[in-house]
């Protein structure tokens, strides 16, 4: 079954960093594309960032230069730094694998 269990979030100021990580369990990490995603308050989901099984990432437009997914598989942990933040990076930030499962989430909120 798989597992995913997201941390490191909590309230921060505009310009400020946060650094996300997912405990992964349950299925074959090494192998499995992952990504981040993310809900702002009244909007949909969006992807914020996925790494390939080899390290190749991709970042949506607003946060490209701000933000930085790696992954560790010896841990079995994705990570997410998350650099010179804004008010709306804030949401709830989900770690998710290809196939779409996902954790419960971490709160971020970005505010002054």
């Known amino acids: 079954e798989v597992d995913l269990v997201e941390s490191g979030g909590g309230l921060m100021q505009p310009g400020g960093s946060l650094r996300l990580s997912c405990a992964a369990s349950?299925?074959?990490?090494?192998?499995?594309?992952m990504k981040w995603v993310r809900q702002a308050p009244g909007k949909e989901l969006e992807w914020v960032s996925i790494?390939?099984?080899?390290?190749?990432?991709y970042y949506v437009d607003s946060v490209k230069g701000r933000f930085t997914i790696s992954r560790d598989n010896a841990k079995n942990t994705l990570y997410l730094q998350m650099n010179s933040l804004k008010t709306e990076d804030t949401g709830v930030y989900y770690c998710?694998?290809?196939?779409?499962?996902r954790g419960q989430g971490t709160q971020v909120t970005v505010s002054s």
């Open positions: 790494i390939s099984p080899s390290g190749r990432t």
């Open positions: 998710a694998t290809a196939a779409d499962s």
């Open positions: 349950g299925f074959a990490f090494s192998g499995t594309t």
